[in-house]
Each structure stands twice: as structure tokens, then as C-alpha cells.
């Protein structure tokens, strides 16, 4: 029998029970659907974790105070006290790949503007720390160098911060009092939106280390050095300059561990994809259940099929059909319900995906990868749930069959 | 009128089919079936058949073997030179699609599937092209006198035109015979009298035709009579003088032809 009668011969066999096809159709069709939009949701993930690493600039390194290992005990990053600013003004001196480097501060409070107050988190920076984060200012200006050195009481806000302090008026030459503290505003950041973690990256307010250092958290180290290397290509050397750097400065033995911890974008990068990874995995392995439950939908419609169409096998039978010729027939019916489920399942997956994407305002993102992986997986269950009840149809004796009422 | 019929003796080219000392033993749990005994036979081409014989004489038996549906257990049928007997399942299915056109009781046309592709269907089943396969099948409607009727569905046909297309179907492929089993078994008399006046026509166009009843009624409009009994050629003769369709069909009363015209 050539392929294309039997192709044709399938379709007449599925087009005569339309809404048992449909129905059956359905299950591959949700399973291709829901894998499609899952593994969307799970790559638009991310996506925007790699665009938020992105834009943090790709040439920036990350210096914390803190070994990743003490004599066998780790201890949280951050909580050494070795990173100084000496460290950071060395760095900034004796490193040639070092580009900018902005030492860094954390402290949080409550501020207050007027009859207005907000509780945020303040990072005290460098000068250079915009250029780094390649963040522009809106309006106003950032703080000098000049304003560092002397730990001026000076601050710029982000957009998130501005908004809700300054609703009416502009923040620019206005004075907010953070923990008591009076600043002057100078500026305000241009809005950055969330990052991959959903954390409002406008929430924040930027004053010079010093003075965060020596007015609000009073914690005499540095909590981080941010650092851009001369270009992508120098990280490496960057790197290691650093290293070199800071444990000789550091004063640690050559086979002793690092006192402080250097992180560039590609492990922050790695570290994040494999979370989304993890996520991705898990949401797609969760919609390949429905398509398999949608495969053995298709084998139990068969073996009902098969049972039903009994009669019909063995007129085939008697006016010539050979058992491959049931075989295919039966084999390319249950191929053809998960194909065409398969497709219809493709466009259903996309369609949700962007459905998703607006509604809950997610990335999403139909990759030409998750196509092909579930249009194979919809070929490989026709054809594995489809070949028992097709054996089943070509092993009937001619005579049973036509004889079976 | 009856004159019993004399076999040829073996070794013409001219029979069809030559079957010689056939058994057929089933192994029905402990016991064995012996649905055939011992039967030779030989059809030459050209002639019109009725089979008949009492439920579990073995005709039905016979006529499996007869369709190369099932196997014989012992002896040898050879049908146009070639030894069924030998032969594989997908060979089989070959002959049954080539050589053989089935006509059953229960017309076992597909359901939900129109009397067009009920008769191509055979077609699918060996080498004709598409536009081969349409011709073919269109001829065969219209040989059995269903041209107008081609794409109606079984459900919408009475039983004589459902049987005129299983007909059409049987035709379809140029078989070298014609198998009916009980062919009029479901039809009203005067309709059985029709579809025996498109089997007399067809054999008088040179198809060989084989039919199996019970109804001495209808095995009349055969040329030969072949009665089977606990397996075995009860008696074997010719039908000198067998009954016209066409004139018996005048001689009956009009009842079920509206029947037939509303379907």
C-alpha cells in the first residue's frame, strides 16, 4: 500500500469519528501546549536574568570581604572585616586593568522629607560608581570626588525613592533626613525597573561611602569594591591583578586561602541560570506528564479503535489487506491524531505564552528548540502508544474478524 | 433435468480451481473438528456455482478455504496454476486482493464511508494509480447500476443497493471468481431475485461465480449444484435448466420495489 493512500485512508478512518479524534487530540494537544509554555516561562526567565546581569555591565568585577573558606569552615561572605579602603585606593593605584572602582557601603533607615518618610536601603559609593553601573542621572548631578573626601552629607535618589518623598515637587536641592542625618539631594537616578529577582532596583539611595561609613553604619570596612576592568578582554588580567594585590596586602601564605572573594558577571550569571535551569526543568518535566496521560489517551482510543473497528479490520482483510497494512494504517491514525495534536498543541503552547507574557507581565520566550523537542515528543508517542493497538489490529485472524459482531 | 455432474479427469490446464482430498481439522479445546473430510473438486471457468448443505456440513469451512481466508490441514487447492496451500498470510492476502471478490451476507461495506469508497477500497490494496484506481471504481458502480447513487453512505442505501455495492466492490479488482456467502440472506425475494439477476449477468460475461446458500430457491439460478455433508461432496451436478432472473423477476409481485426506490 503506498504511503499516500494509507495517509489517505487515515484521515477517512479519523474524519469518520470527528469528535473521538478531537478528544483524543485534546490530550496531546494540552501536553504540547502546556510543555511550550512552560519551557517559555522557564527560558524567558532566564533571559531576563542574562539581560539584568547584562546590564550590570559586562566588564564589572565584584570584590567582597570574607574567604569562601576557613580552615574547613565557610563563613558568610561579607562578615570579614578585610576589605578596606586603603585596599580599594591601592586597587585603584596598582591595578593597570582596573578601569574605575568604587568602594562600597550599606545601610538602611528609615528617611524623611517634609511631612513624608520612606524606609530604604543606602549604598554608599564612589565617585565613579555610575560609570560603572553605566546608570545614568536624570537631573541634578552626582556626587564629586571632592563630596567623598570630605563625606558630605549629600545623596542622590533613585526613582522609586524620589517619587514616593518628592510626589508634587522636585527632590534637587532639597534636604531628607536618613536616621536623624540631614542630606542634601543633589540627583536623581534614571528609572532601572526590577531586576531578575522582581527587587525594585529604584528603591534605593546612593550617598558617598564616607559618609555612610562614618554618619550611618558605622562599620569601618568595606562591605564590597566595585570594580570595571579596562575592557571584557582584561577581566582576566584585572582579576588577577587584584588577587596578587590584595594578598600581598593581605600578608596570606602562599598555599592559604584568599581572605576576600572576586565575583564577575559570568559566575553571577551561572550562578542565576542554573536557578532558572532548575526552574525551567521542573516546570516542563510537571506539562510533560499532561503529554504523556495525552500518549496513553491516544492508545486507549486506539485499543477501542481496534476493538470497535474489528469488523472493518477483517473486510480489509478479506478484499486484500496484508497484517503491515493494517499495521501502518492503525500505526499512522494514532501518528497522525498526535501530530496533528502536536500542532495545533505548538500553537496553543505560543498563544499562552504571550497570553502569560501580558497578563502576568513574565517574559516568555517560545525558543525554536522547545518546538522541536515537543513536536518530536508528540511523533514518538503516536508511534509508541499507537504500535500495540495496531499489532493488535494485524494479528486478528480475517475470519474471527469478519465474523465478530 | 438433473443430471449428475461428471469431474474431468486431473491434469487440464482449463480448471480454475482444482482442489484435491481436502481436510480441514479444527482442535476445538480437547476435541478435534473434522469440518472436512476428504473433497475434491474442480471449477472450471465460466461456471456458476451454488454450494449448499446444512449448517455445519462444512461449507462454510469450504468456502474460507475456497477464499484463502483460512488454510487447509491436509490436500491441496490450486487455484489458476498456483498452490494456495503453500502460500504465507501477506501472500494470501495478495490472491484474496487479486483473484478473489467477496460478497458476504451481512454486505460488510465500512460504515460512515461512501459506496464510492467502499468500492475503491480493494484498489488501495494493490498497484493502481489514483486515476486508475477512480476509474476502475466508477465502472464498477455503474456495472452493478449504482451511478447515481455513488456517494450515498450505506445507511442511506436499502440492502439490495448496499449488496449491489459490496458487488461493485467484488468487481472492482477483474477477480478470477466470485465468492458469495449467503449473499441474499438479509434481502427481501424480490430483491434476492435481482441481486441473483447481477450475478447470472455477470456470469454471463465470463466471471465465475461461487455461491453459498441454503435456499434451493435461490442456488436454482446456479448452473451447478454442490451439496456438502458432514464434510463431505454429498452430491455434485449440473443445473440443465437453471432459472432466469430477469423472467422470474417479472412473474413476482411488486412488493418491497417502493422499498427500494424510497431508500
Redesign the interface.
Known amino acids: ?1 503506498k504511503i ?2 494509507i495517509l489517505l ?1 487515515a484521515f ?1 478512518a479519523l474524519q ?1 469519528n470527528k469528535m473521538r479524534s478531537f478528544l483524543t487530540m485534546l490530550g496531546i494537544i494540552i501536553g504540547v501546549g502546556a510543555v511550550i509554555a512552560m519551557l517559555a516561562i522557564g527560558q524567558g526567565a532566564e533571559y531576563s536574568v542574562k539581560e539584568q546581569i547584562a546590564a550590570l555591565g559586562t566588564n564589572v568585577l565584584m570584590v567582597f570581604p570574607g574567604a569562601q573558606q576557613q580552615a574547613g569552615v565557610r563563613t558568610a561572605a561579607g562578615s570579614a572585616t578585610t576589605l578596606t579602603e586603603d585596599d580599594a585606593l591601592a586597587i585603584a593605584r596598582e591595578c593597570p586593568a582596573v578601569q574605575y572602582i568604587s568602594p562600597g557601603a550599606f545601610a538602611g533607615g528609615q528617611v524623611i522629607a517634609g511631612n513624608l518618610n520612606w524606609s530604604t536601603a543606602i549604598q554608599g559609593v564612589g565617585s565613579d560608581y555610575l560609570e560603572i553601573r553605566q546608570w545614568p542621572i536624570e537631573y541634578g548631578d552626582f556626587f564629586t570626588d571632592q563630596d567623598v573626601k570630605a563625606a558630605a552629607k549629600v545623596c542622590i535618589l533613585g526613582k522609586t525613592v524620589a517619587d514616593n518623598l518628592f510626589p508634587e515637587s522636585s527632590p534637587v536641592e532639597q534636604t531628607i533626613r536618613i536616621r536623624n542625618v540631614p542630606f542634601k539631594v543633589v540627583g536623581v537616578l534614571t528609572r532601572k525597573g526590577q531586576n531578575a529577582m522582581g527587587q525594585d532596583q529604584d528603591d534605593i539611595i546612593i550617598a558617598p561611602y564616607t559618609t555612610v561609613i562614618r554618619r550611618l553604619s558605622h562599620w569601618p570596612n568595606l562591605r564590597f569594591v566595585l570594580i570595571s576592568a579596562t575592557s571584557l578582554r582584561d577581566m582576566p588580567v584585572a582579576q588577577k591583578q587584584i588577587t596578587d594585590l590584595l594578598r600581598m596586602r593581605h600578608k596570606i601564605q602562599a598555599f592559604d586561602a584568599d581572605d576576600f572573594t572576586i565575583r564577575n558577571q559570568t559566575d553571577l550569571a551561572a550562578t542565576a541560570t542554573a536557578t532558572t535551569d532548575i526552574l525551567t526543568i521542573l516546570l516542563a518535566s510537571i506539562a510533560s506528564v499532561s503529554l504523556l496521560v495525552g500518549g496513553i489517551g491516544i492508545m486507549n482510543i486506539m485499543l477501542v479503535s481496534v476493538t470497535e473497528r474489528t ?2 479490520i ?12 493494517i499495521l501502518t494504517q492503525f500505526l499512522i491514525e494514532a501518528l497522525v491524531l498526535s501530530l496533528l495534536g502536536g500542532i495545533v498543541g505548538i500553537i496553543l503552547g505560543i498563544a499562552g505564552s504571550s497570553i502569560i507574557s501580558s497578563i502576568a507581565k513574565w517574559p516568555t520566550i517560545v525558543t525554536a528548540f522547545s518546538i522541536i523537542l515537543s513536536f518530536g515528543f508528540s511523533i514518538a508517542i503516536g508511534i509508541f502508544f499507537g504500535f500495540y493497538p495496531a499489532r493488535k489490529a494485524a494479528m486478528l485472524n ?2 474471527d474478524a ?1 465474523r465478530y459482531e | 433435468m438433473i443430471a449428475e455432474h461428471q469431474s474431468e479427469p486431473a491434469g487440464d490446464g482449463g480448471s480454475l480451481i482444482q482442489i484435491e482430498h481436502l481436510v480441514k481439522t479444527y482442535q476445538l479445546g480437547e476435541f478435534e473438528v473434522h469440518a472436512l473430510r476428504g473433497v475434491s473438486v474442480r471449477v472450471s471457468k465460466g461456471e456458476f456455482v451454488a454450494i449448499m448443505g446444512a449448517s455445519g456440513s462444512g461449507k462454510s469451512t469450504f468456502m474460507n478455504i475456497l477464499g484463502c481466508l483460512d488454510k487447509p490441514t491436509k490436500g491441496s487447492y490450486v487455484l489458476e496454476g498456483i498452490d494456495v496451500g503453500k502460500l504465507s498470510r501477506d501472500e494470501l492476502a495478495a490472491i484474496r486482493n487479486k483473484k478473489i471478490g467477496f460478497v458476504f451476507q451481512g454486505f460488510n461495506l465500512l460504515s460512515r464511508t461512501t459506496a464510492f469508497e467502499n468500492v475503491e477500497l480493494p484498489l488501495f490494496y494493490g498497484p493502481a494509480s489514483n486515476k486508475e484506481r477512480k476509474a476502475k471504481a466508477i465502472e464498477a458502480i455503474e456495472r452493478v447500476g449504482l451511478g447515481e447513487r455513488i456517494h450515498h453512505y450505506p445507511n442511506q442505501l436499502s440492502g439490495g443497493q448496499q449488496q449491489r455495492v459490496a458487488i461493485a466492490r467484488a468487481l472492482v479488482n477483474d477477480p478470477s471468481i466470485i465468492l458469495a456467502d449467503e449473499p441474499t440472506g438479509n434481502l427481501d425475494s424480490r430483491t434476492s431475485v435481482e441481486v441473483m439477476g447481477i450475478f447470472q449477468e455477470l456470469n454471463n460475461n465470463g466471471i465465475t461465480v461461487i455461491l453459498v446458500t441454503h435456499e434451493p430457491d435461490i442456488a436454482d439460478f446456479a448452473k451447478r449444484h454442490i451439496v456438502f455433508r458432514d464434510g463431505k461432496i454429498r452430491t455434485d451436478r449440473t443445473n440443465t435448466s437453471p432459472k432466469v432472473a430477469s423472467e422470474a423477476i417479472k412473474e413476482m409481485p411488486l412488493i418491497g420495489a417502493d422499498e427500494e426506490e424510497a431508500a
Do not use: H, V
Not at chain 1, 477483517?314 to 497494512?325: C, F, N, P, Q
Open positions: 500500500m499516500f493512500n485512508s477517512r469518520r469488523r472493518e477483517g473486510i480489509r482483510m478479506s478484499i486484500g489487506a496484508r497484517s503491515r497494512d480475517p475470519i469478519l
